[in-house]
């Protein structure tokens, strides 16, 4: 492997486990045609996977995929045999199998919350993965596997959340939980009580104080000096 091509992974991998929470061990969804490309160039995507993403890997793939490949019938045989190798996850088709790419589709709907890795050859199918943010894309390229570099819509979302215009929808409900453990917020069905707010004065305390009445039998003071001159007087 080479080391410019490891170091490429690496760095690519930093921004996957900063920006979205990616984790060991890497959850990896194969199609046919990355098993069939695998097969075609001698690549051992068990042992050589976790090497290049530097981590633990399980590889999986989904029934929709596996019924895919049996209904090819002899061209991909061998490429049955690898995918029924790996962990089968539940998709939502049991009844109604649907192709391999829009089982992957709807395996990564509402924000991609398992953290899945898409490892495909399907063009088509890698077009639409990469208008999804946070969905690291996998495939081979010259007998090797090459992890692909972040899509735009990836780059414009991580620019969002670096400008606090965005809360992914994984981190929503963490937060909600988090706000509550700490008693920020009070949990969701109690009733908060209600805050008596500041009344205004009393509109009655507002009016001008009336002036008091001279009271009865009170007399100016200049009244009581002429009396008391007409007193001297006689």
Same mark, same amino acid.
């Given at each position: 492997m080479g080391v410019t091509r490891q170091k490429h992974a690496k760095k690519i991998m930093g921004f996957y486990k900063h920006n979205f929470q990616f984790r060991e061990p890497f959850q990896v969804l194969l199609d046919g045609t990355f098993c069939q490309a695998a097969l075609r160039n001698k690549i051992q995507i068990r042992e050589q996977l976790p090497g290049y993403l530097d981590g633990a890997a399980q590889l999986c793939t989904t029934r929709c995929v596996i019924k895919e490949l049996e209904s090819l019938g002899k061209a @991909?045989?061998?490429a049955k045999l690898i995918a029924q190798r790996f962990q089968v996850r539940n998709c939502s088709h049991h009844k109604n %199998? /649907?192709?391999?790419?829009?089982?992957? @589709?709807?395996?990564i709907e509402d924000g991609n919350p398992h953290?899945?890795? &898409?490892?495909?050859?399907?063009?088509? @199918?890698?077009?639409? /993965?990469?208008?999804? %943010?946070? &969905? %690291?894309l996998l495939f081979? &390229?010259?007998n090797t596997m090459v992890l692909d570099k972040p899509s735009p819509k990836s780059l414009a979302f991580v620019q969002k959340l670096q400008t606090n215009? @965005? /809360?992914p929808e994984y981190q929503k409900q963490s937060i909600v939980e988090l706000k509550e453990k700490e008693g920020l917020v009070k949990p969701e069905g109690e009733k908060r009580r209600k805050r008596k707010r500041a009344g205004g004065p009393n509109p009655l305390s507002c009016l001008?104080?009336?002036?008091?009445k001279t009271q009865e039998g009170q007399e100016p003071s200049a009244e009581k000096k002429k009396r008391r001159k007409?007193?001297?007087n006689r």
């Open positions: @991909l045989y061998g %199998p /649907v192709s391999g790419s829009t089982c992957l @589709l709807s395996m953290h899945f890795f &898409i490892a495909t050859q399907d063009q088509d @199918l890698s077009n639409k /993965v990469k208008r999804k %943010p946070g &969905i %690291p081979i &390229i010259q215009q @965005l /809360v001008k104080k009336k002036k008091k007409r007193k001297r």
